[in-house]
């Protein structure tokens, strides 16, 4: 059988080898450290996702659902809201009364579910706090939804549950999926309006950085990115505006 020698039986001779291996060996993982070969791995390419948005004709059949469904048709309003607006969820279920002027709202906050409860939270950002305009009838349309209930919401929420609490947005999400199968419309989620808002803007002309303040995004560079897509090519035009511009 062949011998097997252990670390603790080896001569005092051996030793300083030992400690020079070990010293080399430290010396080169330093070494790899300060290299960091990661570097010389390339990055995997991460592709964004797809923006989705609703066609013309699903906006119109969502919209018929919801005008002469019994049991949805509460949520009409909600839906006008957030498609002329480009509201979030916990923005347009956190509007207050006193954010409805008569052709703004105010986006100061936003009703979140953390961990069950229902709260209310300030913007993430500075650019998340602005105005955006709205038609007269619908601010109009969303004073008389405050004082049409039994019970008015303590807290001035505007969209309130039958018991004058605020909605959730589980609820709202429950209510959209069951909403899309009677309107025969494939399942996106409510998020979308806001990306379809965006999008027809742009599409439609609206400037950039108007489209970025209305969503509330801190950069404009932000939007471009999300959206960028939409926005109408000029280039066949281009030349006889230059022609026009300098005039030489």
């Known amino acids: 059988?062949?011998?097997?020698?252990?670390?603790?039986?080896?001569?005092?001779?051996?030793?300083?080898?030992?400690?020079?291996?070990?010293?080399?060996?430290?010396?080169?993982?330093?070494?790899?450290?300060?290299?960091?070969?990661?570097?010389?791995?390339?990055?995997?390419?991460?592709?964004k996702p797809k923006i989705e948005i609703f066609k013309s004709e699903e906006l119109q059949a969502i919209s018929e659902v919801l005008k002469t469904n019994s049991t949805y048709r509460r949520y009409y309003l909600l839906f006008l809201l957030t498609i002329n607006t480009g509201m979030r969820l916990g923005e347009v279920l956190g509007l207050k009364r006193k954010c409805v002027f008569d052709d703004y709202v105010v986006i100061n906050n936003s009703l979140q579910d953390i961990n069950g409860k229902m709260v209310d939270t300030p913007p993430k950002t500075a650019a998340g706090e602005r105005e955006i305009t709205i038609t007269r009838d619908l601010s109009s349309d969303l004073k008389k939804r405050f004082n049409s209930g039994k019970i008015v919401s303590f807290d001035g929420y505007i969209f309130q549950s039958k018991n004058g609490t605020p909605l959730r947005p589980n609820q709202i999400e429950r209510a959209w999926k069951s909403i899309l199968l009677l309107a025969s419309v494939p399942h996106k989620k409510f998020h979308v309006l806001r990306h379809t808002h965006a999008t027809q803007l742009l599409a439609n002309g609206v400037p950039l950085l108007e489209v970025s303040k209305r969503l509330g995004h801190s950069r404009a560079s932000h939007t471009l990115d999300l959206y960028g897509h939409a926005i109408p090519g000029y280039d066949a035009s281009l030349p006889n505006k230059i022609s026009k511009i300098f005039n030489l």
């Open 1 to 47: 059988m062949p011998e097997i020698r252990r670390l603790g039986c080896r001569s005092a001779d051996e030793l300083p080898r030992i400690r020079h291996f070990s010293d080399n060996t430290q010396q080169v993982f330093l070494e790899l450290v300060k290299k960091n070969i990661m570097n010389a791995i390339p990055a995997p390419k991460v592709s």
